[in-house]
């Protein structure tokens, strides 16, 4: 278990009330959590609970029908922020289909720095090649997405996703589409991102993952939150009926 | 990390294995033969069609108006002369379709009520221009237009190629729209999700992707419109074929006809091949090469 300690006043994230609904399918139903600096929490609960949805909601993929969302103490709900601005700031990994095929591995990882930030070209790729070099895909670089495996995609997308330096890494079970035999790969990169100070929210299945590198689990159900405790207290003692049923659930799959 | 050097040590370690080299062996056997028969097999076909064209009774009759050398060799220059204006009328119609047909490929897929007027006018100019022939467009245009006194004069040609620009268009944009909706979703979800504006993802990620899955049919239509250039002929313009109308009155015979028709095929001919090599080295090199 990580102790990093989240000493900074104001959190990262602050989500109150949040809600959103599908017609009559309330998806969020109030959601309110708190992510300081440097925290690593992990999402989890059943298929449909509404751990992706809440993840987009973030970065303003999807609109709420309530509440707020603020980063860094800005309230980025509100449609006069500028969405795009905000997304900038945030950097996003999803299940699958998150490498751009018709561009190089460079190309990839250095976009958004490239058309939002205006980095010139030379400093974003001297700045990529570095971060390929350390996830070990520098000789690929100029390659195209599809000569990568599934878990070096992935790693890649992981790397592309900071390379800007988001305050914020939302993480949507980055895992789940991978074979077993890659799984730890990714799942290696994020942890030594954790340790490295990165803010991460991340939706997973992986409990002995969330366990181990995970601040703090935040259990949904439903759309709500059912129980949000550090993760050595929610694998070994939570508090709530519904969460250990959850729990008893996934250890006997 | 290790995987990618324990892979080069490996290669420069290599040596293929016996069994390996006699199946390069076969393999190159297997080659020649086949390029021996396929040899053998277009002689013999071209052969027999040669043989049943010039014993069939008519043969001399036809060789005479259509295919005389004399003909063919004085009408040249002329028919050169009128190509040159259909590529010209080409190339800029080309540059306008790809224009206009994006801009109107772009206003079928905007979202959101706003945009609804202008996404049914797109989809009207579409569902029109691709129901009305392209010579009624062109007599349309072409006398209809200058008939207004609201332009100033301009040639002949230079109406032709509006016309094929609209016409051309509505199928073009409707290709680039398949094209469009063809690009996964997600891939404009990563794209926004990096903060890039949704001008940005259409033009770095949707639209490149778009073209290359639509290549062919692109293409294809270029293909047709180099042979539907030759149209502007309805409008008195001199190109290829007016020019060969011109010489073949002239000399009482059909050659030039056929000369025309042979220039358009070797003007359309690299123009095909190299969309072969495009979208054979595209799909090479975003999708990873199997033997099926
Ligand atoms: N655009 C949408 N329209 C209608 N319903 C939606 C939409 N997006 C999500 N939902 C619904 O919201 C619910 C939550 O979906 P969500 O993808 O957030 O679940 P999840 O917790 O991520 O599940 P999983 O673990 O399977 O990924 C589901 O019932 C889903 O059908
Ligand atoms: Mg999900």
């Known amino acids: 278990m990580s102790t990093r300690s989240a000493s900074v006043a104001e959190p990262v994230l602050r989500l109150r009330g949040v809600r959103r609904a599908f017609g009559e399918h309330v998806v969020l139903d109030g959601i309110d959590l708190d992510v300081a600096a440097h925290e690593v929490v992990a999402l989890v609960g059943a298929s449909g609970s509404g751990k992706s949805t809440l993840l987009r909601t973030i970065n303003l993929i999807e609109r709420i029908d309530d509440g707020e969302i603020l980063l860094r103490g800005q309230d980025v709900s509100d449609p006069r922020v500028d969405a795009d601005d905000v997304r900038a700031r945030i950097g996003v990994v999803f299940q699958h289909y998150n490498l751009f095929p018709h561009l190089s591995v460079l190309d990839n990882v250095t976009l958004a720095s490239r058309l939002v930030h205006r980095v010139p070209r030379a400093e974003a790729e001297r700045q990529g090649l570095e971060l390929l070099a350390s996830i070990g895909l520098a000789d690929f670089a100029r390659a195209f997405p599809d000569r990568l495996s599934g878990g070096q995609q992935q790693r890649a997308a992981i790397v592309r996703a900071i390379a800007t330096g988001p305050e914020l890494l939302l993480l949507d079970e980055v895992t789940s589409a991978l074979d077993p035999e890659l799984v730890g790969e990714v799942l290696a990169l994020v942890r030594s991102l954790a340790d490295g100070g990165t803010t991460i929210v991340m939706a997973t299945h992986e409990m002995a993952f969330a366990r181990e590198v995970a601040d703090r689990v935040v259990f949904l159900d439903a759309g709500r939150i059912i129980e949000d405790a550090p993760a050595r207290q929610f694998f070994e003692a939570p508090r709530e009926e519904r969460t250990r049923e959850f729990l008893a659930r996934f250890l006997a799959d | ?292």
């Open chain 2, 1 to 292: 990390m290790t995987e990618t050097t324990d892979a080069r040590d490996s290669a420069t370690a290599w040596r293929p294995s016996a069994i390996e080299l006699e199946r390069r062996a076969f393999r190159k056997r297997q080659t020649g033969r086949s390029v021996l028969v396929s040899a053998l097999s277009t002689i013999v076909l071209a052969g027999l069609l040669a043989w049943a064209l010039i014993g069939s009774p008519g043969w001399a009759q036809v060789q005479q108006t259509f295919f005389d050398p004399t003909v063919a060799l004085a009408s040249l220059p002329r028919i050169l002369e009128g190509l040159w204006l259909n590529i010209q009328v080409l190339v800029a119609a080309s540059i306008g379709v790809v224009v206009f047909a994006l801009v109107l490929a772009t206003l079928r897929t905007l979202r959101g009520p706003v945009f609804f007027p202008l996404r049914a006018l797109a989809a009207g100019y579409t569902d029109l221009f691709r129901g009305v022939p392209l010579i009624i467009v062109l007599y349309l245009i072409g006398y209809g237009v200058p008939g207004l006194d609201f332009f100033p004069r301009m040639p002949v040609a230079f109406w032709g190629t509006i016309a094929l620009i609209l016409t051309y268009s509505a199928y073009v944009s409707e290709v680039f729209r398949a094209g469009i909706e063809a690009v996964h979703p997600s891939q404009r979800l990563a794209a926004r999700s990096l903060g890039l504006s949704h001008g940005q993802t259409m033009r770095r990620i949707v639209l490149p992707q778009a073209f290359r899955k639509v290549t062919p049919a692109l293409m294809n239509d270029f293909v047709a419109m180099q042979k539907d250039v030759g149209l502007i002929s309805v409008l008195g313009a001199v190109d290829a074929v007016r020019a060969a109308q011109i010489e073949t009155a002239h000399y009482f015979n059909f050659t030039p006809y056929v000369v025309a028709g042979l220039l358009f095929v070797l003007l359309a001919w690299p123009m095909i091949r190299l969309t072969d090599w495009v979208s054979a080295r595209t799909r090479a090199r975003e999708q990873v090469g199997s033997i099926v």
